[in-house]
């Protein structure tokens, strides 16, 4: 439990990264612009998402500096193009203290996204537009009120498009959003948003990955060890694994993130339902 002395740097060259792309796609034809979004800017965009989601457990500074970690995640969020990061600190730690916790983890789809989408081609859709329904179920499920990092990492963000769109013009800023979009929704890589907690056998709601997406994911697939020690950062999870097989090694796990988006959409067992939903007691305090 320390944080990842690389984690800063990884992100630095991420971000510059896509600065470099917005700098390259001005003159890029709309179709070829649009497939190196989802090509190259949504693998990088979706690998900053899981940046900040280690950097909201201070894995970049550590607990001593956690406003450094606030921060840090508002310069990662930078690339994808709407404020994220400080709204997803906000919540994230309900999903950890209240795993499928009613009205409390907006991981959890709502009713109505389980009724509505429940074949093939609705799940497929659901799918495609995964960015937009975990940014609107917070407000639906559990509204929370602003607070100031929030309206900083907006203004934050909306300085940094509207300095990118005066510099380099539209194609820029369309490729960024983009590459977010794209990246977020019917990605290969999206496929841990359905790997982790749906309920691909009875009994069981949280599952690890350990293929080779964990090397551009921050090892994000080594999800029920993240669980047991949030506080573990990333690059440390596979030695959780490495020095306690006993807990691990024998639980059911997925080999590809390819696979459990086709399982989901093609198995009629699986949807928006199959999660496991419980009552919790509110911590004392909150």
């Given at each position: 439990m320390r944080p990842d002395p690389r984690l800063k740097w990884t992100v630095l060259g991420l971000v510059l990264a896509q600065l470099l792309a917005c700098w390259l796609v001005r003159g890029l034809a709309w179709r070829w612009l649009l497939f190196w979004a989802y090509a190259f800017g949504g693998c990088v965009n979706h690998s900053l998402t899981l940046a900040i989601h280690d950097i909201s457990h201070n894995a970049a500074f550590g607990t001593a500096r956690a406003a450094h970690n606030r921060w840090f995640a508002i310069f990662a969020n930078l690339p994808v193009g709407m404020p994220y990061a400080a709204s997803f600190k906000k919540y994230h730690v309900d999903h950890h203290r209240y795993l499928g916790g009613d009205g409390l983890d907006v991981d959890v789809p709502t009713r109505l996204e389980g009724w509505l989408f429940c074949t093939p081609a609705r799940k497929l859709l659901w799918l495609a537009l995964q960015p937009l329904f975990y940014a609107l179920r917070p407000l639906c499920v559990n509204p929370k009120a602003l607070t100031r990092m929030e309206v900083f990492n907006a203004l934050v963000q909306l300085a940094a498009d509207a300095a990118?769109?005066?510099?380099?013009?539209?194609?820029?800023?369309?490729?960024?959003?983009?590459?977010?979009?794209?990246?977020?929704?019917?990605?290969?890589?999206?496929?841990?948003?359905v790997a982790e907690h749906?309920?691909?056998?009875?009994?069981?709601?949280?599952?690890?990955?350990?293929?080779?997406?964990?090397?551009?994911?921050?090892?994000?697939?080594?999800?029920?060890?993240?669980?047991?020690f949030p506080s573990i950062p990333g690059c440390n999870l596979p030695l959780v694994r490495k020095i306690a097989p006993e807990y691990y090694d024998h639980l059911p796990q997925h080999h590809s993130w390819v696979k459990v988006l086709w399982d989901f959409v093609f198995e009629d067992s699986?949807?928006?339902?199959?999660?496991?939903?419980?009552?919790?007691k509110l911590a004392d305090g909150l």
């Open positions: 990118i769109f005066t510099l380099w013009g539209l194609k820029p800023m369309v490729y960024l959003l983009a590459s977010t979009l794209l990246g977020l929704g019917l990605h290969p890589i999206s496929g841990h948003f749906y309920m691909f056998l009875k009994g069981h709601e949280t599952y690890s990955y350990y293929g080779p997406l964990n090397w551009i994911t921050f090892n994000v697939g080594y999800h029920m060890e993240h669980h047991d699986l949807g928006p339902y199959a999660r496991v939903k419980r009552v919790c």
